[in-house]
């Protein structure tokens, strides 16, 4: 089944193009890397297919559903529920305990409070960070604010889980513990997970590396 397909992409920032018609299409369970240079428009791509930069042209689907078909407030639904959404930097409340930071996708999406603990918990146990459950964000290490960033993409069970730079600040054994963490409970949920990387260990993870260049598809590899 295919989760998630992006239709002939366009996307310019005012007089700047980062995207000349970008398609992909993946499938629940498949790993895909998205590489190239820094600037080819890798992270526009991400945001685009996670619905927070809309497409000035093409279309993307989500478990078959267009975006652009949806209201403004189905389509954010929709991506509170299907798409899990790891961010370099800014995606955790600051001043919230990390048990609350990682239930919010689900107090958002009208779950019980306790209900949404009892899962948010067993997502820090997945991701190994149960005991920093009291720990407000500053106090985290930039390892386990990562981890805790996984654990909030995944507590909503998102058929799509779209990463940019996941092992991004972290020094080669802590990116490699995170990769396997993103990975195996990707595997875990049968998601699929779109990673957007320089680093060629987080490209070794995937089923499929895509390599951008100027804002077009250059070539793609099965791996
Ligand atoms: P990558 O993630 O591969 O580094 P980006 O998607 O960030 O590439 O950027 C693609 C192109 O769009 C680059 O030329 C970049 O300078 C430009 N760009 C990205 N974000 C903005 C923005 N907010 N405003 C203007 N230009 C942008
Ligand atoms: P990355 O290397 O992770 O893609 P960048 O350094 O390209 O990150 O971009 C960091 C931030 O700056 C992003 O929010 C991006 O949208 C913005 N940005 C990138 N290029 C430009 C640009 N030419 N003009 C304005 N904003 C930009």
Known sequence: MIALELTDIEYSYR????LRGV???????EIVAITGASGCG????????????TPDKGSVRLDGQDL?????????ALRRTKIGVVLQFGQLVPDLPLIDNV??????????RSEAHEHAREWLTQVGIQDEADAV?????????????????????????????PTGSLDSRAGKELLDVLVSTARYRGAALVMVTH??????????EIRL?????????AL
Do not use: F, M, W, Y
């Open 137 to 165: 964000p500053s106090e985290l290490s930039g390892g386990q604010t990562q981890r805790a960033a996984i654990a909030r993409a995944l507590v909503s069970g998102p058929s799509v889980v779209l990463a940019d730079e």
């Open 68 to 76: 652009a078909e949806l209201s403004a407030d189905a389509r954010a």
């Open 103 to 112: 239930a919010l996708p689900l107090l958002l999406a009208g779950h019980q």
């Open 199 to 208: 680093d060629n260990l987080v490209a070794a993870a995937a089923n499929r």
């Open 15 to 18: 007089r700047n193009t980062a």
């Open 23 to 29: 398609s992909l299409q993946v499938e629940a369970g």
């Open 42 to 53: 890798k992270s526009t791509l991400l945001h685009c297919a996670a619905g927070i930069l």
């Open 213 to 221: 260049r100027d804002g077009v598809i250059q070539h793609e590899v």
